[in-house]
Nanobody, 128 residues
Framework: VQLAESGGGLVQAGGSLRLTCEASGSIFRGSAMGWFRQSPGKEREFVAGKKWIGSGGNTYYSDSVKGRFTLERDNAKSTLYMHMNKLIPEDKAVYYC????????????????????WGQGTQVTVSS
């Protein structure tokens, strides 16, 4: 397994969750990492992503989660976290972690078809 998500669950609206994506070291290093989500009957959509360049790099968030979700990376553990706060029912979806050897430009990172590696997904449900 090269990418493995965890941390999903059921939470009330306004609550928080932290999703975890554990990656193999060979993927984690030098890859752009992203989170996507998919609801029944909908296409997989970009949520957040970043390509770390040293300690920097641009972080991108979809408009629907900006200000509520944040990314964090633990290099020692080859792990990517997504902190999700102020959850709303519309955030309900299966969340997927993805990685690719990508440019850190937004137009590439937001497209699911550009990613080579995917986790199995973790379900997030938000009750109203």
């Amino acid at each position: 397994v090269q990418l493995a998500e965890s941390g999903g669950g059921l939470v009330q609206a306004g609550g928080s969750l932290r999703l975890t994506c554990e990656a193999s070291g060979s993927i984690f290093r030098g890859s752009a990492m992203g989170w996507f989500r998919q609801s029944p009957g909908k296409e997989r959509e970009f949520v957040a992503g970043k390509k770390w360049i040293g300690s920097g790099g641009n972080t991108y968030y979809s408009d629907s989660v900006k200000g509520r979700f944040t990314l964090e990376r633990d290099n020692a553990k080859s792990t990517l976290y997504m902190h999700m706060n102020k959850l709303i029912p519309e955030d309900k979806a299966v969340y997927y972690c993805a990685a690719a050897r990508l440019s850190g430009r937004y137009e590439y990172m937001r497209e699911a078809t550009n990613y080579e590696h995917w986790g199995q997904g973790t379900q997030v449900t938000v009750s109203s």
